[in-house]
């Protein structure tokens, strides 16, 4: 595979929004949210400009670009660096599943192959950690999951997380154990990890990831309704 790059200043792309896939039926309302419609161009996301974001694209850049080449013929998703950006079946819906939650390469992960239930991500906070599988559906919703290290911060610094997570739809945050690093934000294929619980690149992740339409797989899908609950919980 090719080294992971960086966000530096990307030039936003024109590029087709793909046919969300995120549910196994032909009805986009059977998950909440509708599908995008394939000729419709992204309504007002961008590539942000934030340093020492990790993009899983490669050379397409985002969300919609890769799947508008998908659909062209361009590439397929089993060609792409990291394929788990395009993969979006609902694991516990195909036959033969064998009742366990889906394990990821990544963890946290970014994306891939996930649960049919999306975890409640409308500014929540959890105090346990979370099944990835439905965190992961709650990043195809278009939602940026905040995670921590308990063994790396101390209650004051997960405090002054929570305050950026609460009130904040479309986000959640959870402690995450082994995951080596004190704070990691994921959305759909991006990823900024970080030792400063104060870095100031948290908010700006936040509010720049957030429902971006270039990297959210399913416009208009909701944060509330889904499972709230922990693992051990």
């Known amino acids: 595979m090719r080294p992971l790059r960086t966000w530096t ?29 394939p000729g419709a161009m992204p309504g007002g996301g961008s590539a942000p400009d934030i340093s020492g974001v990790t993009s899983f694209y490669g050379e397409y850049g985002d969300y919609a670009t890769v799947m508008a080449a998908i659909q062209t013929g361009d590439v397929t998703a089993e060609e792409l660096d990291y394929p788990f950006v395009a993969q979006q079946d609902h694991v516990d819906a195909q036959n033969g599943w064998d009742g366990q939650p889906p394990v990821y390469e990544m963890q946290p992960p970014v994306g891939g192959n996930h649960l049919g239930q999306w975890q409640t991500c409308t500014g929540s906070v959890y105090d346990a950690p979370l099944v990835d599988g439905h965190a992961v559906h709650s990043m195809e919703h278009g939602a940026v999951w905040l995670t921590y290290d308990p063994e790396l911060l101390d209650q004051a610094s997960v405090d002054a997380l929570a305050l950026l997570i609460q009130n904040r739809d479309y986000s959640l945050m959870s402690p995450y154990p082994g995951q080596g690093v004190p704070v990691s934000l994921q959305s759909w294929g991006n ?6 619980p104060a870095d100031q690149v948290i908010e700006d992740y ?3 990831f957030v429902l971006n339409d270039r990297f959210n797989p399913e416009p208009m899908a909701t944060c509330a309704g889904g499972v709230n609950t922990t693992i051990g919980g």
Do not use: E, F, N
Request: proline share 8%; charged share 15%.
């Open 9 to 37: 200043a990307v030039t936003p792309l024109l590029a087709l929004v793909a046919l969300a896939a995120c549910t196994p039926s032909s009805d986009p309302s059977a998950d909440g949210g509708a599908a995008a419609d």
């Open 206 to 208: 936040l509010d720049a």
């Open 191 to 196: 990823q900024y990890q970080t030792d400063d």
